[in-house]
């Protein structure tokens, strides 16, 4: 057996890694094998700062891509080689529901974030999400994350979103013309930029209630820099359910 060349890790001299590393091809067919599993790419990405890099570039991107293929060819589709906020960020956004805290982004009570096994992100969903003027933008939103009997709360759902290629997006130069402000404290849970406040921009059309099934005045969500969307609502009861899928 020919063993693969080692290198030795430049980045921190406090790396533990005394020995070198593998090449990234060693470590590609590694993963490869493993079907790019999200945690064993978290604890890699936790050894040393060569091994985050190559996570960074190289382990979340092929797991998004086998995660979500055809979503990933479009969002790349304009030219880029890499996405708004990074592929770390955007994986965890793919399989982490960010839940809410007290005193947070919403006025709810305390649900803890988890991982979630598999998540629907639908393009044509999207547009239910954008006023008329915007649904030219492409939005991926997924399915909300059912918390059910949250005590006068009801039934809450959470709900995940990207754009693709923000930055020119009719979005963004809405929200920037309405003078939308930032959140004062909170930051985006999957990339750390500045949130955008779509309730507060008068930006959620009713569409988004019906998509979701749930209630029109309760619903809130947020943008960040990088196009990734995060929200909350309040789930209609079943009965009422069926009649607001009638409607839409």
Known sequence: MIL???????????????KGHLSEDVIFLVFQQLNWNPKLIATLSCVCKWFDDLAKRVLWKEFCRTR??????????SGSHNVDGNWRALGKLLIYCSGCKKGG??????????????????????????LPQCRSDVLYVSDPCEHLDQGEEG?????????????GSKVRKLLI???????PTEVC??????????????????????????????????????????????????????EASELE
């Open 4 to 18: 693969t060349k080692q290198y030795r890790c430049i980045h921190s001299t406090s790396c533990k890694c005394t």
């Open 68 to 77: 979500a293929p055809k979503m990933m060819i479009d969002l790349q589709s």
């Open 105 to 130: 982004l919403f006025d709810s009570n305390q649900i803890p974030g988890h991982f979630v096994y598999r998540t629907r992100f639908s393009r044509t969903s999207g547009k239910s999400f954008l």
């Open 155 to 167: 039934d809450v759902g959470f709900f995940r979103g990207v754009f693709k290629s923000f930055l």
């Open 177 to 183: 013309k309405r003078g939308a402000e930032f959140h």
């Open 189 to 242: 849970p999957y990339c750390k930029a500045k949130l955008w406040n779509m309730l507060q921009a008068k930006m959620i059309p009713q569409s988004a209630s019906c998509r979701l099934v749930a209630y029109e005045d309760c619903i809130e969500y947020y943008v960040c820099l990088n196009g990734h969307m995060l929200g909350i609502c309040t789930l209609l009861p079943l009965s009422d359910s069926e």
